[in-house]
C-alpha cells in the first residue's frame, strides 16, 4: 500500500550502523514496528515525522 505514496521497505538488521544512519537521518517519514530496530530512531532528523507500529497480543481474541 505505501509503495504509490513512494516509500521504502528496508531491513536494518541487515544493515551496518553507518548506513542505518544514513537512510533513517535522510528520512521525511519513519514508520517502524514496535521492537528493537527502533534504536534507529535516533538517527532522525529533527522534524522527521515517526510513526509506530504496535502489535498487542493482549487485544487479540485468536493469540492473546
Known amino acids: ?24 537521518g535522510n528520512a521525511e517519514i519513519v514508520i517502524a ?8 530512531s535516533f538517527f532522525m532528523q529533527s522534524g522527521t515525522d515517526f510513526i509506530e507500529l504496535r502489535y498487542d497480543a493482549y487485544m487479540d481474541a485468536v493469540a492473546g
Open 33 to 40: 514496528t514496535y521492537g528493537s530496530d527502533l534504536l534507529a
Open 1 to 24: 500500500m505505501l509503495d504509490r505514496y513512494g516509500f521504502e521497505i528496508i531491513d536494518l538488521a541487515s544493515m551496518e550502523v553507518d548506513e542505518q544512519r544514513d537512510r533513517i
